[in-house]
């Protein structure tokens, strides 16, 4: 391997060739040294794993970004485990592209697999390759000069199955839309089975959400649209697989990576998640700004919700942006205001009725509540979404409980 660096420009990249003749990988590099970017250039004689690793220096390994271009025609399975070290080794922020001497349908379909956004086949053609940079040149000026307002992930969490985190993360994502024309995506991150869409009654089947993680290195506004179902509303949605097992954990640096992306895509970005504190969910709970905790006043909830506020303030997370929520609140149970926020030492941040026969109903014809109707369940979750859009946290006590904040603490 031979290490090379440049220094011409203020994005910084790391080049990598593997298996490819000095002759060819200079022409490579020329071609990329044309864009005015920062390269640091690695180029691999023979191929790399994550067993038979390369030297790379310190600048190659520390850039944000890489594009690798890998040779598919000496060895398959070696260029496929060679893809599969790279896109680890960048978290998958790796633009792949498989060089091959034809165009032989089943090489691109195994390297795409490997994670290969390009290939290059029938030799290498300078015009395809530097098309190929200016897409990425374009991509990611735009994303090192882009200079908004990032918006919100605000993850939804349930203490336990049944306590209607879905209902509530589909109908506050929906109510931002209606009354507030902000621009939201809903994610459904459950592995498997989630009910997002079928809440909405809208078909997500087509893509994932895990699919989109995935395709981390392709991943532009671009191809986020063909991964999007709709509601009539004009909430967007990325969908759950609605098929069993099968599904491989997502890398927990490309989920928040992808987070990253789609907060500067939407005003709002709600995330529906499973209830496990595992590797993945956590990254998405360290990659947003407000975390709802979601519970109903019985004793198994509330006794899920206390372990679950213990193991999050034992970490390095933020607990600051932990809000518990009470679903199915009512006078007549047995357990209090005060009695919950004792067990969970934690204020409630929001109490929510029991509107459960109306919720049923609306997951029963797949239509959400409109929030014009008004009934005791939509008038809170729209002064929920006004809190939130004014960046204040609704509160149910006119004094907030100090104390119980300080105490836990």
């Given at each position: ?218 991943l532009d506004s671009d191809l986020l649209r063909g ?117 969970i030492r934690l204020p409630i941040a929001i109490k ?58």
């Open positions: 391997m031979i290490p090379i660096q440049y220094n011409s420009g203020l994005i910084s990249v790391a080049l990598i060739t593997v298996s490819l003749d000095a002759r060819l990988a200079d022409e490579i590099a020329d071609s990329v040294l044309k864009l005015s970017w920062a390269v640091h250039r690695a180029d691999c004689e023979g191929y790399i794993s994550s067993v038979k690793r390369p030297p790379f220096s310190h600048p190659v390994r520390s850039s944000p970004a890489c594009i690798a271009v890998i040779n598919f025609d000496e060895d398959v399975e070696q260029a496929v485990a060679a893809a599969a070290y790279i896109q680890e080794l960048f978290s998958g922020n790796a633009a792949m592209v498989a060089l091959s001497a034809n165009r032989d349908p089943d090489l691109m379909l195994r390297a795409m697999r490997a994670g290969c956004s390009e290939f290059i086949g029938g030799g290498f053609d300078e015009a395809e390759f530097s098309e190929m940079l200016v897409r990425l040149y374009q991509r990611w000026s735009a994303k090192s000069a882009r200079n908004i307002a990032l918006g919100e992930v605000v993850t939804f969490f349930g203490a336990k199955g049944g306590v209607g985190t879905t209902t509530l993360a589909v109908h506050l994502a929906m109510y931002l839309v209606l009354c507030h024309q902000k621009k939201t995506l809903l994610i459904d991150n459950h592995p498997q089975l989630g009910h997002a869409c079928i809440y909405l009654g809208i078909d997500g089947s087509r893509y994932h959400f895990n699919e989109l993680v995935r395709n981390l290195s392709r991964y999007i179902a709709t509601h009539s509303s004009g909430l967007e949605v990325l969908a759950s697989p609605d098929v069993c097992g099968g599904q491989k954990a997502l890398d927990p640096s490309s989920l928040a990576q992808t987070l990253d992306f789609l907060r500067g895509e939407y005003d709002y970005v709600i995330v529906d998640g499973p209830s496990s504190l595992d590797e993945t969910n956590l990254a998405v709970i360290d990659a947003s700004n407000l975390l709802y905790l979601v519970a109903t006043p019985e004793i198994a909830a509330i006794r899920d919700l206390s372990r679950y506020v213990d193991s999050l303030s034992q970490g390095e997370h933020d607990i600051e942006k932990v809000k518990v929520v009470i679903n199915r609140f009512s006078a007549q149970h047995a357990l209090t205001v005060e009695q919950i926020e004792k067990a929510l009725p029991n509107g459960y026969a109306e919720v049923t109903r609306s997951a029963i014809l797949g239509e959400p509540i409109n929030p014009k109707q008004k009934t005791d369940f939509s008038v809170p979750i729209v002064k929920w979404a006004n809190t939130l859009v004014g960046s204040v946290m609704p509160t149910e006590d006119a004094e907030p409980k100090k104390s119980l904040f300080s105490l836990w603490k």
